[in-house]
């Protein structure tokens, strides 16, 4: 089994910054795609943003497109995620997502796609 546990989460400002980890433990994940999700209180969980296993294909949902970077260590096990310019409708749990299947050329951005999943960390954007 594998788990995942997410951190850097915390209250900031809007317009701020925050790099969110999600480290691994008990097996490796280079060779898995790796997704950011996140969701916010009524709403369903919704695509962040997806790498995949080398970090060669990435893919964004539209509410991080040009704001967020994704990116992976597979030494460190973990995988990150660079929000910038963050603002009040960012405030939601994210969860970072291991997909251990092939996926071929594309990243996976429905949440039923990944296998594995972390706690969450939560985020709090103030206005």
């Known amino acids: 089994q594998v788990r995942l546990v997410e951190s850097g989460g915390g209250l900031v400002q809007a317009g701020g910054s925050l790099r969110l980890s999600c480290a691994a433990s008990g097996r490796t994940i280079s060779s898995w795609d790796m997704g950011w999700f996140r969701q916010a209180p009524g709403k369903e969980r919704e695509f962040v943003a997806g790498i995949n296993w080398n970090g060669g294909i990435i893919d964004y949902g539209n509410s991080a497109k040009g704001r967020s970077t994704i990116s992976r260590d597979n030494v460190k096990n973990t995988v990150y995620l660079q929000m910038n310019s963050l603002r009040p409708e960012d405030t939601a749990v994210y969860y970072c997502?291991?997909?251990?299947?092939?996926?071929?050329?594309?990243?996976?951005?429905?949440?039923?796609?990944?296998?594995?999943w972390g706690q969450g960390t939560q985020v709090t954007v103030s206005s």
């Open positions: 997502a291991a997909r251990t299947y092939y996926s071929g050329s594309r990243v996976r951005i429905t949440p039923g796609d990944y296998n594995y």
